[in-house]
């Protein structure tokens, strides 16, 4: 598919039916989009993100739409360690029976800072929440999907190694080098597709904070760019793996279809 079809995808109503899908970032923006999405595709979806209240709403959006009922996973990327996502899978496996996919959406962008006046403490939190949690999540993750019939793991990806990013362009050329290597290891038996989306500037709070001069309604929302996150998940995509998918900047009036 090309990226216009990738946007203007529009899957079977049951493409995830009775699966288990991990999101992460799942409280707000792009995570949140894609959560719901994944869930009125017959998913059930664990949400993950550090903000419980967040996370409720968006659960209780779910059940409003009559959806699966998600379940509930705070978690603080940036001093979560790897017992914790241990217990995280060990729950999934009791409580759900199985993992089929994961949506690794979560981010935090620092400041733009020069590298020569970057703080260590920023440069740490960025690295680890951008790059090492991922890392640890699909580590923990693994033997379950391996399991599943048709797993898959979706990367939110952002082409960001430019001057001023940092430790946030440093994790994401870096994520973008975990999801290749995780796709070659895993192209054939198990297999399990792994691909990457960049979806350029979004009308997210993240994207906000970081540009207050900018004119939010200029950028499209985050549900106009649900569809390739729910190809690249579903069994459409077939073997289709191993690829970052970039997208300019999407119109304010780019939407899926119903």
Same mark, same amino acid.
């Given at each position: 598919?090309?990226?216009?079809?990738?946007?203007?995808?529009?899957?079977?109503?049951?493409?995830?039916?009775?699966?288990?899908i991990?999101?992460?970032?799942?409280?707000?923006?792009?995570g949140?989009a894609? $959560?719901?999405?994944? #869930?009125?595709?017959? *998913?059930?979806?664990? !949400?993950?993100?550090?903000?419980?209240?967040?996370? @409720?709403?968006?659960?209780?959006?779910?059940?409003?739409?009559?959806?699966?009922?998600?379940?509930?996973?705070?978690?603080?990327?940036?001093?979560?360690?790897?017992?914790?996502?241990?217990?995280?899978v060990?729950?999934i496996?009791?409580?759900?029976?199985?993992?089929?996919?994961?949506?690794?959406?979560?981010?935090?962008?620092?400041?733009?800072?020069?590298?020569?006046?970057?703080?260590?403490?920023?440069?740490?939190?960025?690295?680890?929440?951008?790059?090492?949690?991922?890392?640890?999540?699909?580590?923990?993750?693994?033997?379950?999907?391996?399991?599943?019939?048709?797993?898959?793991?979706?990367?939110?990806s952002?082409?960001?190694?430019? $001057?001023?990013?940092? #430790?946030?362009?440093? *994790?994401?050329?870096? !994520?973008?080098?975990l999801?290749?290597?995780?796709? @070659?290891?895993?192209?054939?038996?198990?297999?399990?597709?792994?691909?990457?989306?960049?979806?350029?500037?979004?009308?997210?709070?993240?994207?906000?904070?970081?540009?207050?001069?900018?004119?939010?309604?200029?950028?499209a929302?985050?549900?106009?760019?649900?569809?390739?996150?729910?190809?690249?998940?579903?069994?459409?995509?077939?073997?289709?793996?191993?690829?970052?998918?970039?997208?300019?900047?999407?119109?304010?009036?780019?939407?899926?279809?119903?």
């Amino acid at each position: 598919m090309n990226q216009h079809e990738l946007l203007n995808y529009t899957p079977n109503k049951d493409l995830l039916k009775n699966k288990v899908i991990l999101v992460t970032g799942a409280g707000d923006g792009i995570g949140k989009a894609i $959560a719901q999405s994944y #869930a009125a595709h017959g *998913a059930t979806v664990v !949400l993950l993100s550090k903000t419980i209240k967040k996370l @409720e709403r968006v659960y209780d959006a779910i059940v409003a739409n009559g959806d699966p009922d998600p379940a509930i996973y705070p978690l603080d990327l940036e001093g979560a360690n790897m017992g914790d996502y241990l217990q995280m899978v060990e729950h999934i496996k009791e409580q759900l029976g199985g993992l089929d996919g994961i949506a690794l959406n979560a981010a935090w962008l620092p400041n733009y800072t020069p590298i020569k006046f970057y703080e260590i403490a920023t440069w740490s939190k960025a690295m680890t929440v951008n790059l090492h949690a991922n890392f640890l999540i699909i580590q923990a993750c693994l033997p379950l999907l391996e399991q599943a019939k048709d797993p898959a793991i979706v990367v939110s990806s952002h082409l960001a190694n430019q $001057a001023f990013n940092g #430790a946030y362009g440093v *994790a994401k050329a870096g !994520l973008d080098a975990l999801l290749k290597i995780t796709a @070659e290891e895993y192209d054939d038996k198990p297999f399990i597709r792994v691909n990457g989306i960049d979806t350029g500037p979004i009308r997210t709070h993240l994207r906000t904070n970081h540009f207050p001069g900018e004119n939010p309604q200029t950028l499209a929302k985050p549900t106009a760019v649900v569809s390739p996150y729910l190809y690249f998940m579903g069994a459409d995509a077939e073997r289709q793996t191993g690829e970052i998918i970039q997208f300019d900047r999407i119109p304010s009036d780019t939407m899926p279809k119903d």
